[in-house]
């Protein structure tokens, strides 16, 4: 289970993230949405401990990981979709894939062991590179792929971690409409291993519709909603601090 209590980041006098407590159980998606500068991003940041918060915990399975860097909330199983800046731009896709598949296991002394390993590790960085679907592109470098496929690089990398929580940061945005489903269907498959802790940043609301077992909203850094996606889709809180704001935006 991944919690935040009272989670708040100031930078000077502005509040990006206000007092939010809010729990997310294994086995649900949860969508966090809110208009532009919400602090969404800034909540993310907050979990996964690119940022330290100002106030309030972060726990992860009622350990308090607040103060812990982002490698070591790695480590315990929490998985935050890798940036561009972490992948090595001259390594082939699949040997990306491969060392994150390296660093998820522990390699023995034992020679023959190793060898087993890396046989293993490389079946498995194959297969996750064909499950995003860039086996074709398997040995180009990363730094060449286009966008898309870059995004999906970064999805197969966050699976080899096998993490409890993942968290996506708008996983499709400017994808093309023949890259977006090939993400959807990723969060899908992992939505349907049935014990995966999954939050989804995401301004799509069709797609929020979709996939999510709950939603919750975040305004001026606080948390104004939080329920069932119809529900909360419909509550005038919602319509007149989000989608009202998103649709005088689109005009
Ligand atoms: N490092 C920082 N220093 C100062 N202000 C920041 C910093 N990071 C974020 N902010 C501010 O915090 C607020 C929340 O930003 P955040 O990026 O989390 O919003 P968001 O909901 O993710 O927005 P979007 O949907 O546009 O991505 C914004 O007002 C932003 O300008």
Redesign the pocket.
């Known amino acids: 289970m991944l919690e935040t209590r009272n989670l708040t980041?100031r930078?000077?006098g502005?509040v990006?993230?206000d007092h939010v407590s809010c729990s997310f159980a294994p086995g649900t998606l949860t969508a966090i949405v809110?208009?532009?500068?919400?602090?969404?991003?800034?909540?993310?940041?907050l979990v996964s401990g690119q940022?330290r918060a100002s106030e309030g915990q972060v726990l992860l399975d009622g350990v308090d990981i607040t103060t812990e860097p982002p490698s070591s909330r790695t480590h315990r199983g929490l998985g935050r979709a890798f940036q561009l800046t972490q992948l090595f731009p001259n390594l082939s896709v699949l040997e990306n894939v491969r060392l994150a598949v390296q660093a998820r296991r522990k390699e023995g002394l034992n020679l023959w062991s190793v060898w087993l390993d890396h046989r293993e590790t490389l079946a498995r960085a194959r297969e996750l590179v064909d499950r995003v679907k860039l086996g074709d592109r398997a040995d180009a470098p990363a730094s060449s792929l286009p966008h898309g496929d870059q995004r999906k690089l970064e999805v197969a990398m966050l699976m080899a971690l096998e993490p409890k929580v993942y968290m996506f940061?708008?996983p499709t945005a400017g994808m093309s409409v023949d890259d977006v489903p090939v993400i959807l269907d990723l969060i899908r498959a992992l939505k349907a291993e049935r014990d995966k802790t999954i939050l989804l940043?995401e301004?799509k609301m069709d797609v929020v519709r979709e996939l999510a077992d709950r939603i919750i909203v975040?305004h001026n850094?606080q948390l104004v909603a939080d329920g069932d996606p119809a529900e909360v889709i419909a509550s005038p809180v919602v319509q007149n601090a989000y989608l009202g704001l998103a649709v005088a935006e689109a005009a």
Do not use: R, S
Request: zero cysteines.
């Open positions: 980041i930078f000077g502005h990006a993230v809110g208009p532009n500068g919400a602090g969404k991003t800034t909540y993310f940041n940022l940061d708008e940043v301004h975040l850094g």
